[in-house]
């Protein structure tokens, strides 16, 4: 990777000494731009509640339910179409939609929706690994995890770590982690799938992300659960022990915050950590606008609205 | 010289292909809100429809009869042991039992379920499929552990001790005032140290829920590859009626 900048910075020079080949590539590099801005909308935990809470639901009457949901994805796409539709995890298990067709229709439901990138949760495990891989082909969203090795599993090649997203010219590196199997799920649920310590993968990833594929936003799809006060990986220590995180979307532990969590990552930067819930009750939203280095004047980075 | 400027412009397509041909950018503001999924939003008609032929088939599954109870059941209608209780635990060792037989030829002794994984009442009437994920939501299924003399006994202590109407069936357990064990039996006999038992339990509670230790390396562990709600649908199928009442299986003087 060092050569490789050095190469690009030695190309760059020697360029800008060559008369007449550099025009069209100096504006193809350098477009001027206006300020982006990317909406990301995301779910977790929804949990097979493809419809609507019952209307006689003692805490959350007529709430939720998919067709609901699209109604309102449907009209901030139109007042944005650069949107993210991303969601954390466990979007199986819950209601017999689940138990009748093992996960075909949240998947069917969720690639109509339009998302772009899932995480899987550890019930995304309950019909074993071959009914998560018997599903995959009604997911037209990438499925993204990148601490679990599936080597010898039928997933094998069919998750990815992460994937890059560009929309009006901003790239937009998406991972996704997951929480530890073992204890949560029968072993003959999740078969040989092994899992990797988080903060270690989340170090490299961001790292590719940011350096290699150039990304302007990072964002973290997080089934780890939001806070645990022992020592277990969550979102809160996940943020401080990074850097180059911009978002965790988080799951697991059907948090409810009243705004986004914002806090601090490795070098004292802001990283945004939202959940929303479970069951599709609320659709979680968060709006970056985004500009050129040199038109930012507050050094400390984002101002940050919640 | 030449070989820079082939690397360069190979550099600059390779980011054309991936569509990104500006300056970095970074964020200048963030705004970040929950959007609820409220009762007042329209239903989107396209993916409403798209949900009904999967929905019809579950209602018609769900809202088939299967039994009946002339009395509501809940896990609260008993302080150690519960009518919906011991007929789950009595359900398990009638439908477990012939399965368990033809494979082992041997015979379960004893039932232990847990009083929080009765995920619901019953209510008075119909019985129907749905009442079964009601009761049993999760995807739990039944295990059978072989335990010596000495791990029933601890059996015995974390009920003593955990003072709740876990569901049983082919054990009695009589405490006194005190809370001291006065009579433990298994298939009306006490506990032999020198002897093994067969516990049916759920493969949740064999790994170490609700912290029965005692399920944790059995001699032997046999998995009948029957899930605990279906078992339930099987047994409200063979009885038209159900009627369990509180008895003796676990009680306090």
Sequence with gaps: MKR????????????????????????????????????????NDVHSH????????????????????????????????????????????????????????????MSKLGYDAATLGNHDFDNSIEGLHAQLPNASFEILNA????????????????????????????????????????????????YINPVEIAQDITEKLKKDEKCDLVICLSHLGYHYKNDKIDDLKLAKQTKNIDLIIG?????????????????????LVNQVGWAGINLGRIDFYLDEAQKITNNKGASIIV | ?????????????????????????????????????????????????????????????????????????????????TPIGNMMADAVLEMAQPIFHQRTTKNIDAVLLNHGGI???????????????????????????EITGAKLNDLFTYLTKAKRAHPIAGMQLILDKNNQIKKATIQGKPVDKNKTYYIATSDFLQQGGDNMLFFAHPKNLTILDYKLRNLFIDYFSKHPKINPIKDQRFIKE
Excluded: W
């Design chain 1, 4 to 43: 490789r900048s050095f190469i690009q910075k030695a190309s760059a020079a020697t360029l800008l000494s060559t008369v007449g080949s550099t025009a069209f590539l100096s504006t193809a590099f350098k477009k001027p731009v206006s300020q982006k801005h990317i909406t990301i909308l995301h779910t």
């Design chain 1, 251 to 271: 799951g697991h532990t059907h948090t409810f915050l009243k705004k986004p969590t914002i806090t601090q990552n490795s070098e004292g930067k802001n990283v």
């Design chain 2, 1 to 81: 010289m030449i070989r820079f400027l082939i690397f360069f412009i190979g550099l600059s397509l390779f980011s054309c292909a991936e569509n990104k041909t500006s300056s970095p950018v970074f964020p200048s503001k963030i705004e970040g809100k929950q959007v609820p999924v409220s009762a007042k939003i329209t239903e989107d008609k396209a993916i409403k429809d798209f949900i009904a032929p999967y929905k019809e088939r579950i209602d018609d599954e769900m809202n088939k009869v299967l039994s009946y109870t002339p009395k509501i059941l809940s896990k609260t209608d008993g302080e150690y042991n």
């Design chain 2, 119 to 145: 995920r619901a009442n019953i209510d008075k009437g119909d019985i129907t499929t749905k009442t079964a994920y009601n009761i049993m939501p999760f995807e739990n299924e039944v295990v059978i552990v």
């Design chain 1, 50 to 109: 493809i419809e609507p809470f019952p209307a006689s639901h003692s805490r959350n009457p007529n709430q939720g339910g998919v067709a609901k949901r699209y109604t309102l994805i449907k009209q901030i796409r139109k007042e944005n179409p650069n949107t993210l539709l991303l969601d954390a995890g466990d979007i199986f298990q819950g209601t017999p939609f689940f138990n009748f067709y093992g996960g075909e229709l949240e998947f069917k439901l």
């Design chain 1, 147 to 194: 601490n679990y090795n599936f080597e010898n599993t039928v997933l094998n090649g069919k998750i990815k770590p992460y994937k890059v997203f560009v929309k009006d010219d901003v790239k937009i590196g998406v991972f996704g982690l997951g929480i530890e199997l073992k204890g949560l799920v029968n072993q003959k649920m999740y078969k040989e799938t092994r």
